[in-house]
């Protein structure tokens, strides 16, 4: 973002901001990294101040980026549900996660007193449920967060969709059925319910040792339902080798764009929760390269379908939303292989 690294340079080499001229490099990719406090800009004005009149080149190393980057928030949920003999919803949920936009240039962005990034998903989540109570708690650390692909959908969807299938068995149906009748006033969600369940064959019997797992979503605007297939091995390894994703994102004005971002999203959502952690020992990031933060290789990815529902409706977004369903979908079929609720990412390599 260069209007803030142009500011800060300014503030911190006492020049006027009018004097200092980014030229922005056209280039993909950095996602929530370019929208925080330009550090690695100020570290090349810093020296290009003691040595004016030449020119500077400042690179950071990988081990200099992952001991001193911007982290996806580390969350924890409390929730409780229940089923009434007239069969409505009770439920309780209490998030906790620090805030990604206090003390940023975007916390004006905030509504009142929380960040709503704590509670997106699960405040205005599209099942029909009675007696919904939601509360959020910002919590306070020193370890530095920030935007992450899809923001506080990407871990919420999780966790109401794991909740949503318990509360499926708890109920013993099936949890397409159940969703269903929790969105019947919900057009647009449930035909990607629709659509992902028949495209999955989800009635169809699956060999033995494959299970599948649905989650539906909704995020800037666009529906996502994605249903995982995962085989489950004798020595309780798992891997996902089929998702199949339906979007309604509006009017589709480049199917292929929307097919690649879906496909996108559902890579970097399932390496995320296959085995993607930053951990901190005495204050300090251990994870200092990719020999340690592992990402999902080439291998693991699943084939991937991605069907497009017809609309009418405004164009909305497409480069976040087909994140958020895969942790759900993924631990919602090891949940059907298993009768194990699994309620924490990452889901690690073993069922």
């Known amino acids: 973002m260069p209007t803030i690294g142009r500011q800060e340079v300014a503030a911190a080499t006492g020049a006027k901001a009018e004097q200092i001229i980014i ?3 056209y280039a993909v990719g950095s996602f929530g990294r370019r929208a925080c406090a330009s550090d690695y800009v100020l570290d090349a004005a810093a020296i290009a101040k003691q040595l004016i009149g030449r020119a500077v080149k400042m690179v950071w190393t990988r081990e200099d980026e992952m001991l001193n980057a911007r982290y996806r928030p580390m969350a924890v949920h409390h929730i409780r549900g229940a089923i009434t003999d007239e069969g409505a919803l009770v439920w309780q949920h209490h998030a906790v996660a620090p805030s990604i936009l206090r003390g940023t240039p975007f916390e004006g962005m905030m509504r009142g007193s929380l960040d709503g990034t704590v509670v997106e998903g699960i405040e205005d989540m599209h099942y029909a ?32 969709e794991t909740f949503v299938d318990q509360l499926a068995k708890a109920a013993k149906k099936d949890p397409v059925i159940f969703r269903r009748e929790l969105l019947v006033k919900e057009p647009r969600a ?15 019997a699956l060999p033995k040792g494959v299970s599948r797992g649905i989650a539906v979503h909704k995020s800037f605007g666009t529906w996502v339902a994605q249903v995982a297939e995962v085989r489950v091995n004798a020595d309780k390894t798992f891997k996902v080798e089929r998702v199949v994703c339906a979007v309604d994102c509006g009017v589709a004005v480049t199917p292929d ?5 879906m496909e996108g999203g559902i890579g970097m959502g399932l390496s995320a929760a296959l085995g993607e952690a930053i951990t901190l ?7 200092t390269n990719y020999h340690q933060y592992q990402l999902m290789r080439i291998n693991a990815m699943p084939n991937i379908e991605v069907h497009i529902v017809p609309s009418a409706e405004m164009p909305s977004g497409v480069g976040e939303p087909g994140l ?28």
């Open 23 to 25: 030229n922005t490099l």
């Open 324 to 351: 958020p369903p895969i942790a759900g979908a993924v631990a919602n079929a090891l949940f059907a292989a298993t009768g194990k609720p699994v309620t924490k990412l990452p889901l690690g390599t073993k069922a």
């Open 257 to 261: 764009v929307i097919r690649a971002q």
């Open 129 to 160: 449920i009675p007696h919904l109570q939601v509360q959020g708690t910002e919590l306070s650390v020193k370890v530095p967060t920030l935007w992450w692909r899809s923001v506080g959908h990407s871990g919420n969807a999780f966790v109401v």
């Open 281 to 287: 020992k005495n204050g300090v990031v251990e994870q």
């Open 190 to 204: 449930l035909g990607v319910l629709d659509l992902a369940a028949e495209k999955s064959n989800w009635k169809k």
